[in-house]
């Protein structure tokens, strides 16, 4: 008789294994992670103010199209990324701050803050 070794799939817990949903919640309170979420946060508030901008239209454009939107929204979106990289307005920290304020294990204790 042969012995039967278990993959690392029926590792999964039953729930997992039919829903395809991890319910290791670990990974989620990591600071990297809401450094990332508040980095990202600041780039979607950024894309979204560019294209308000870019709704105001001050002037007819001289060549106007589809393909044109489509490259300007891309360019936005790129544009909006990189400001949130290398010189974010701050609104991402904000959240990251507040956010980082109701989980516990993400803050340092007070003995370790400098007086």
Same mark, same amino acid.
Request: hydrophobic content about 35%; glycine content about 6%; cysteine-free.
């Given at each position: 008789? !042969?012995?039967? /070794?278990?993959?690392?799939? &029926?590792?999964? !817990?039953a729930t997992t294994a039919t829903t395809g949903i991890s319910t290791d919640t670990s990974r989620l309170k990591s600071k990297d992670?809401?450094?990332?979420?508040?980095?990202?946060?600041?780039?979607?508030?950024?894309? %979204? %103010?560019?294209?308000? +901008?870019?709704?105001?239209? $001050? &002037?007819?454009? $001289?060549?106007? #199209?589809?393909?044109?939107?489509?490259?300007?929204? +891309?360019?936005?979106?790129?544009?909006?990324?990189? +400001?949130?990289?290398? /010189?974010?307005?701050?609104?991402?920290?904000?959240? /990251? =701050?507040? $956010?980082?304020? #109701?989980? !516990? =294990?993400?803050?340092?204790?007070?003995?370790? #803050?400098?007086?």
């Amino acid at each position: 008789m !042969s012995t039967i /070794t278990p993959t690392p799939s &029926a590792a999964l !817990s039953a729930t997992t294994a039919t829903t395809g949903i991890s319910t290791d919640t670990s990974r989620l309170k990591s600071k990297d992670n809401l450094e990332q979420a508040g980095q990202k946060f600041e780039a979607v508030f950024t894309g %979204m %103010m560019l294209k308000s +901008m870019r709704q105001a239209k $001050l &002037a007819d454009p $001289l060549f106007d #199209s589809k393909a044109i939107d489509t490259f300007t929204d +891309m360019q936005d979106g790129l544009i909006a990324k990189s +400001m949130a990289e290398h /010189t974010p307005l701050g609104i991402g920290k904000a959240m /990251t =701050d507040f $956010l980082a304020k #109701s989980q !516990s =294990d993400l803050n340092q204790p007070a003995a370790d #803050s400098p007086p």
